[in-house]
């Protein structure tokens, strides 16, 4: 077991000892019981399922444990002992931690239909409908039937009904601890895969189900497999630092006193680190103080408590701050709550303290196994949220999206992998959308990931957004707390062109966004194709709507310029009184630019910039250039492109430095960074055209941006 498995259970009455979890099963090697007792080798499960429910009731655990003892006589282990063993042992993890008896009563029952001549329906006959769902939760699919995907077709089917009854999962992970404590007598390939996918599946799903108790001991046996060398390092640093405790000790005594005279009622414990977890810190601080072999856990019987000794452990010692966190105001995704702190003592040794209530420490040590049985009549839980989410804990929002996305992965291997990727990402965020619903996300999730939580395949229309209120670019990676306001086409895509870009497989974190995308470019392998050539300025371009205006001043040339209607700076010309204006995209002329133009199709003019390359070339194919003035109108329309290097939150520095102008952003684009170097290309509409030098020169003082410039 690890160090901090051995810690008692704050529930667990005063006074009676901790039982041995290696050592259960034994007693089915001692016979029969008499009929007015329970059989020797249940007995344990019953004192410690009666700790924690001291109302049970006991004659169906009776039942159970009989129904598999006989069905599993016979039977023995590889290890040699009889195969009731293992059920017992895996019995007796859950009722250590607080499950309730129908838990134990499946995981007596958990592998006699997979492994005996027992069905579903005799189960359900004898148990009920609810043992019989946890038994067949749990219950391996055949290889016969499925060759090498039953291994993941197996996982599947224990997530799907651990969406509907968390408890399977419960049973699944006790299942696997007993089987870890075991595998020695395995050869030693097998124990590396059975190791592997503990550590890939299985730790990770203990983790955000909160269960700590199974996932910190899991961990150290999976360490021992996969890292031996390094596991033996650390087990010899721990022996040598016997005695680290005792300046935790120390340290605990002083706390003890301290909160003594501030009249708060604790219990102050020294909780030892376990073999992983020494191996972080040791990797983090390099050499180990004695301080560092554990931490202080102050358990408190009130929330206000918590702050209580959290200000006296401030105002007696001297704090660490940043190593203060607060998870009881807001807890963590696996329903963890505490109080995260450090405080140094005299001689200079750092204490980690954390600081919860009894009932939080159950919680933290059993997860949703502490629980009891949220489906149970008159239990509190709430009805279905919005979007589907459960209310209750029991249904997080990562087991949501997990069931949502495998139903587009039929393909085992596909399951398997996008399974494993999905586990790793750490922690859980939740950000907020412009009409107050949320969004629960994976850390790391990014604008495309969001889209695709929010949307699903309507996300391909998905054209932008806003983080906090800022234009944003679609691989901004979002964090706790950020409000997402995701910019979709009004008309959904048709083509490649308007789908998503094979782009987003990069900032696609969650396995639904990665689906959907791989899915969308599979339909439209036209979307995978190189890039287009810069595009050649044009003399008849697609430019902006014609612009207006009342008559003007007759000029030299003919009679008075009419300009066009539309929004922003208006041109007009000269002998044309009714010729419709465009201004040129290839160079976006504005006030007081020196402009010129040419009569296209149409009667219509374009007006570009006199020094426009454009121009050049239509002087050389012999057009004559038509003579333009600017009207009287101050706003204008222009395209900016800012050259920068390449650094985090500067899309957000310059839209905010473009809002702060007063300029309205028509449409921007940021291209793939190339050596570090982006490019970013705004089209504007600024209210005055004397701001644009002024504009420019605030984009050029932007960290990062090197040289910005009219297109």
């Known amino acids: 077991m690890s160090a901090e498995a051995t810690n008692p ?25 008499t009929r007015d007792r329970l059989p020797d080798a249940i007995s344990h499960v019953a004192e410690a399922h009666r700790a ?3 109302d049970a009731d006991l004659a169906v655990l009776h039942r159970a444990y009989v129904l598999a003892e006989s069905s599993h006589r016979g039977q023995f282990r590889k290890s040699g002992e009889p195969y009731i063993t293992h059920p017992l042992a895996v019995t007796l993890i859950l009722a250590e931690l607080g499950a309730e008896t129908t838990t134990l009563t499946a995981s007596l029952l ?66 696997r601890l007993h089987n870890m404590r075991t595998l020695g007598v395995m050869r030693p ?22 269960v700590q108790a199974l996932k910190t001991e899991l961990e150290d046996l999976v360490f021992a497999i996969l890292h031996p060398a390094e596991y033996e390092q650390t087990r010899a640093l721990i022996a040598e630092n016997a005695t680290a405790g005792d300046a935790l000790a120390a340290i605990a005594d002083d706390v003890r006193t301290a909160l003594r005279e501030a009249r708060i009622p604790a219990e102050v414990l020294v909780r030892p680190r376990h073999f992983v977890s020494v191996h972080r810190v040791r990797l983090k601080r390099g050499e180990l103080r004695g301080t560092d072999f554990g931490r202080l856990l102050v358990l408190v019987g009130e929330d206000a408590d918590c702050y209580g000794v959290l200000g006296e452990l401030h105002t007696c010692f001297t704090p660490v701050i940043s190593e203060f966190k607060d998870f009881i105001a807001a807890p963590k995704f696996n329903l963890y709550q505490s109080l995260h702190t450090a405080v140094a003592a005299p001689d200079g040794s750092v204490a980690e303290v954390l600081i919860r209530t009894h009932q939080m420490h159950k919680v933290a040590e059993a997860g949703v196994v502490a629980l009891g049985n949220p489906y149970a009549a008159g239990a509190e839980h709430g009805e279905d949220g919005e979007d589907g989410e459960r209310a209750d804990p029991t249904r997080p929002g990562w087991l949501s999206r997990l069931l949502e996305w495998q139903q587009a992965t039929p393909d085992p291997d596909t399951f398997w992998t996008s399974l494993r990727a999905d586990l790793a990402q750490d922690g ?7 009409d107050g619903g949320t969004l629960a996300l994976p850390g790391g999730a990014t604008c495309v990931d969001a889209a695709y939580a929010q949307y699903g395949e309507a996300a391909h229309a998905c054209v932008g957004a806003r983080v906090n209120g800022r234009l944003a670019s679609l691989a901004t990676v979002l964090g706790d707390g950020d409000t997402v306001q995701l910019l979709l086409a009004q008309d959904p895509p048709q083509d490649a062109v308007s789908g998503p870009s094979p782009d987003w497989l990069e900032h696609a974190s969650t396995p639904a966004a990665r689906i959907a995308i791989t899915r969308w470019l599979a339909a439209h392998p036209e979307a995978v194709k190189p890039e287009p050539a810069a595009e050649q300025p044009s003399e008849h371009p697609a430019e902006h709507p014609p612009f207006a205006a009342a008559p003007t001043e007759r000029g030299p040339a003919g009679p008075g310029p009419v300009p066009m209607p539309g929004a922003g700076a208006r041109a007009v010309v000269a002998g044309l009184p009714d010729a419709p204006v465009r201004l040129a995209r290839c160079c976006t002329p504005v006030p007081p630019d020196a402009v010129t133009g040419f009569a296209v199709r149409g009667g219509n003019v374009t007006v570009h910039r006199a020094e426009c390359p454009a121009v050049r070339r239509m002087e050389a194919l012999g057009r004559v250039p038509t003579a333009v003035s600017w009207g009287d109108t101050a706003d204008c329309r222009v395209t900016l492109v800012a050259e920068s290097f390449g650094r985090p939150r500067l899309l957000a520095d310059l839209t905010d430095v473009i809002a702060t102008a007063g300029a309205a952003i028509i449409s921007a684009t940021v291209e793939p960074p190339t050596e570090q170097r982006v490019r970013h290309t705004y089209t504007l509409q600024l209210p005055d055209a004397a701001q644009l030098p002024g504009l420019m020169r605030a984009m050029r003082d932007v960290a990062g941006v090197y040289d910005v410039s009219r297109a």
């Open 9 to 33: 259970a704050p529930s667990r009455r005063r006074g009676r000892p901790r039982i041995d979890l290696r050592r259960l099963g034994r007693a089915a090697l001692l016979g029969p019981a």
């Open 52 to 54: 924690h429910h001291s």
């Open 428 to 434: 859980e965020i939740t950000v907020f959308r412009p």
């Open 189 to 210: 390939e097998k124990q590396a895969r059975i190791a592997r996918v503990t550590r890939d599946v299985l730790i990770p799903l203990a983790e955000r189900l909160g």
């Open 110 to 175: 958990h592998d006699t239909v997979e492994d005996t001549d027992l069905t579903l329906d005799q189960v359900r006959e004898q148990f009920g409908d609810e043992v019989c769902y946890l038994v067949d939760g749990v219950t391996k699919l055949e290889k016969v039937d499925y060759g090498a995907a039953a291994e993941p077709e197996t996982f599947r089917k224990m997530l799907v009904a651990t969406g509907n009854d968390v408890r399977v999962m419960s049973i699944k992970l006790a299942d």
